[in-house]
């Protein structure tokens, strides 16, 4: 009965491929291979000192057409890799200025790649599951539970 929360915009897909990411204020290589990769951004093993909130250019190709995706990012995430199911340090990027047609490829190519495995369980999203028992028209008092 409970409703699962997604705090995502958009899926991502389980794609390890190899790019490069360079720091732009030094342009030094801080990542080389691909978690997983959404349209708005990707995942990229690293073990570089990186803070969130830097700014990254990001290359890489995704579809068998051989097209080059570039856009500059910005580190919104940083894993250490320290959960049960981490593949060791790795940083979240967010695309910042992947033009509009890069995207809609991305996007329409990312459709036939499956989804990473989910390493913990899904959040409960409360207020939907009380909006879905309102709606149900349940009375949760006689059975105690309220």
């Known amino acids: 009965m409970f409703v699962g929360r997604n705090d ?25 291979r691909t978690l997983d990769v959404s349209s708005e951004g990707l995942l990229v093993r690293s073990d570089a000192d990186v803070a969130i909130g830097d700014s990254v250019l990001v290359a890489f190709q995704a579809t068998p057409l051989g097209l080059w995706f570039e856009s500059e990012a910005k580190v919104t995430r940083i894993v250490r890799g320290r959960r049960p199911g981490d593949q060791g340090r790795a940083l979240g990027l967010r695309f910042t200025d992947m033009n509009a047609v890069s995207r809609l490829i991305l996007r329409g190519h990312l459709r036939r790649v499956p989804p990473p495995v989910p390493k913990r369980a899904r959040r409960i999203d409360y207020a939907a599951t009380i909006q879905k028992i309102a709606a149900a028209g349940l009375d949760l008092s006689a059975s105690g539970v309220v």
Do not use: M, N, W, Y
């Open 8 to 32: 995502r915009k958009t899926t991502r897909h389980a794609l390890r491929i190899p790019c490069q990411v360079v720091r732009e204020s030094d342009f030094r290589l801080v990542g080389e």
